[in-house]
């Protein structure tokens, strides 16, 4: 089993930047491509971001393209999101994922999922 704790969330003005971490523990080599995922109340958890096991490849859903980047440093187990230019519609829980495969395609399925931190941003 891969354990996942996230952390970093918390209330931001719009406009303004937020780094989410992403600590795992246990069987980490499990843990190759990580991911990003968010709920926004009322909707189903949507894809945010991807990396693979290397950090070469990653993937970012269109609605954060330019304003959000995917870093981790497998030495410490963690990934990272690192937020930037927040709007409102970014509010969400943000959920870390993991998987054994490598695949930093959305439509992956993960094996491991986190309990998530909230992020709110206000207009």
């Known amino acids: 089993q891969v354990q996942l704790v996230e952390s970093g969330g918390g209330l931001v003005q719009a406009g303004g930047s937020l780094r989410l971490s992403c600590a795992a523990s246990?069987?980490?080599?499990?843990?190759?491509?990580m991911a990003w995922f968010r709920q926004a109340p009322g909707k189903e958890r949507e894809f945010v971001a991807a990396i693979s096991y290397s950090g070469r490849n990653t993937n970012y859903a269109n609605s954060v393209k330019g304003r959000f980047t995917v870093s981790r440093d497998n030495a410490k187990n963690s990934v990272y999101l690192q937020m930037n230019s927040l709007k409102p519609e970014d509010t969400a829980v943000y959920y870390c994922?993991?998987?054994?495969?490598?695949?930093?395609?959305?439509?992956?399925?993960?094996?491991?999922w986190g309990q998530g931190t909230q992020v709110a941003v206000s207009s």
């Open positions: 994922a993991a998987k054994y495969s490598d695949s930093v395609s959305m439509f992956a399925k993960y094996d491991y």
């Open positions: 246990g069987r980490t080599f499990n843990a190759n491509a």
